[in-house]
């Protein structure tokens, strides 16, 4: 299969993959995927544990963004050891961070934050890779690993809000309280949101209003330009992967911010605006800083055959399932579950 028979393959799944989540995650049927008992009341029912879908897809993003990683590195020699130790450390920063930072930006202790998660991503990933490449001798190239990681990223979130239209968070601003000109351009595409106990219905009051896309323009925006970088990296443009996919990512990061309605912080100029833009400078600055110039040409098809190994397999699935764990299982609503016999099927 050809170079690029294989990138337009690839294209064509996350694309209909978006359209899917887009079209049918708003509604209300799509924010729980299961319900487990985990304490029996006193009248017979049972309080339950919701496990959602923004969990399965935010699992399902990772899983994406990891493969795409693994490929990329092994497309310029990097050693699978190397790539899942550098995944292993970057995911122990990051993760914990999605809350972390929320708790701090927003006084919040059961939200996550994307924005907050990739700021210290681009804050620590150069370092890592430094500290990979010298003490533990993986022979990681520092300017296509991070370049091979901004598209890895862009890939991530953008099919991960896919999870937050599951859950109907980072919602955007109601239609009829926009400018003429911005009714204009949002009306057309605007999405509405129902069931009660999601967080535009709860946070927001806004059950069934329309409101601007911004997950779905995000998603678009984020899968694009994930797979602009790809083709840069696959012709050894490794600045270019890595210059475009931050600017574009961070930048719409900035401007996306002014067109959502959820609490964001204190102040005109949100603190996830000011990661956006520092991650800009900071991440620009530190390519060129750990760059260098001895790049080994990628094959995509040498990086794709690493799966043929069981054990890359086994450690994605890993991952898909602490994700799943982490961010699946929800604090902010409960479940109260009765059962019964069909008596007329005994």
Known sequence: MSLTLTILSFAAVLFFYLYWGIRLLPGERWQFVASAPVRKRPGGDWDGVNLTWYGLLSANAYAVAIGVLVVMMGGVGVSFAGTAVFVAVMLGLCVPASRLVAMVVEKKAHTFTVGGAVFVGIVAAP????????????????????????????????????????????????????????????????LSFYGRTKKIAYAGGMEGEPVVPVQALTAVIYVSCGLAGLVFFLNSRFAAAFLMTLVITQGWRFLSETLRDDYRGGGKISAYQLMGAAGIVYGSAAFILFSDTSFPPPNLFAGLAIFSRPLVIIFIQFIWVAIFLYTGRSTVTGATLAFHVHRERI
């Open 127 to 190: 370092w890592v890779v430094m500290a990979l490449d010298r003490t533990l001798g993986f022979r990681i190239p520092p300017g296509a690993a991070l370049a091979a990681l901004a598209v890895a990223y862009a890939f991530g979130e953008g099919l991960g809000r896919l999870a937050c239209l599951s859950f109907g968070c980072c919602y955007g601003k109601k239609i009829t309280g926009l400018s003429p000109l911005l009714r204009r351009l949002f009306a057309g595409i605007s």
